[in-house]
């Protein structure tokens, strides 16, 4: 069993930045990948972001490439999200995921039904 609980995030202005962290209690997230995804309100659930455990492979939605950074520390069992040059359109609940496997590639990463667990969000505002 894996538990997760965001934070960080908040109301911040567009071209800012803001990072929100994601901490895991359970032995299996060490050995999962991490994914972030983010919901707008009349919005479907969508994917941001994923590393595998390793850390060595990550992927990213077309959307926040070049601008958004996923990483993750398995000694704090945590996954962290560092968004720069954050944009209206990126206002959202953030939620942080644990696949089903240690690695994921393109629609591996992307769809919400490959996630075994989830985090209960963290609200991101950016204002214009």
């Known amino acids: 069993q894996v538990q997760l609980v965001e934070s960080g995030g908040g109301l911040v202005q567009a071209g800012g930045s803001a990072r929100v962290s994601c901490a895991a209690s359970?032995?299996?997230?060490?050995?999962?990948?991490g994914g972030w995804f983010r919901q707008a309100p009349g919005k479907e659930r969508e994917f941001v972001a994923a590393?595998?455990?390793?850390?060595?492979?990550?992927t990213y939605a077309d959307s926040v490439k070049g601008r958004f950074t996923i990483s993750r520390d398995n000694a704090k069992k945590t996954v962290y999200l560092q968004m720069d040059s954050l944009k209206p359109e990126d206002t959202a609940v953030y939620y942080c995921?644990?696949?089903?496997?240690?690695?994921?590639?393109?629609?591996?990463?992307?769809?919400?039904?490959?996630?075994?667990?989830w985090g209960q969000g963290t609200q991101v505002t950016v204002s214009s």
């Open positions: 995921a644990v696949h089903r496997f240690d690695y994921c590639s393109g629609d591996g990463c992307y769809a919400t039904r490959q996630y075994d667990y």
């Open positions: 359970g032995r299996t997230f060490s050995r999962r990948t």
């Open positions: 590393i595998s455990w390793s850390g060595g492979s990550t």
